[in-house]
């Protein structure tokens, strides 16, 4: 019956849980899956969080492809799921791959809560990294402010002389 698999989902994320929490990253990613196949497809309010979980074990083990994976489930499940958003934008941080999506993701968590210290540094971090992703070395504008000639003193008399030109990029 659906109360059965709901029940027995129920206490596979309860388990993963008590995994989470005794650091056991990889055995509450299985408990969590199982928990997943489990619910009923109308539970997905219970399966969003599986998920969720999923994700930030993966975060933990630096496995952020998977997590990113997994961050997209809780999000297909269900699109309100803020925390999906926000272990979504870590991982594409960490991946760094898609710092324009990192940034997306953690705007889409502060638009709607609060973000953590770490989650602001972060989405500082992602901003400044797009944007310098984004400026194309064809587009950077170099001025050449001086040039000089400089002797290097070369020994027994001789002179080597050497043009430096100091320029500043914009």
């Known amino acids: ?6 029940g027995q989902a129920d206490a596979c994320r309860q388990r993963g849980n008590e995994s989470f929490k005794r650091k056991e ?3 509450a990613i299985r ?3 199982i928990a997943t196949k489990l619910y009923e497809p109308n539970d997905a309010s219970d399966k969003v969080k599986c998920y969720g979980n999923i994700c930030l074990c993966m975060l933990k083990l630096k496995q952020y492809a998977k997590a990113e994976a997994a961050a997209n489930s809780a999000i ?3 699109p309100e799921f803020i925390k999906g958003y926000r272990h979504r934008g870590v991982a594409r941080f960490h991946l760094g791959t898609d710092y324009l999506g990192a940034v997306a993701d953690l705007n889409h968590v502060s638009s709607s809560s609060t973000l953590s210290a770490k ?11 797009s944007e310098a992703k984004q400026q194309s070395p064809s587009s950077v504008v170099t001025t050449t402010i001086a040039t000089r000639t400089v002797d290097t003193k070369q020994p027994e008399g001789r002179t080597n002389k050497v043009e430096i030109s100091f320029t500043k990029t914009a």
């Open 1 to 6: 019956t659906a109360t059965h698999g709901s």
């Open 25 to 27: 990253y990889q055995s």
């Open 31 to 33: 408990l969590y899956e």
């Open 76 to 78: 297909k499940c269900d």
């Open 119 to 129: 989650d602001v540094l972060l989405l500082a971090k992602a901003a400044q990294l």
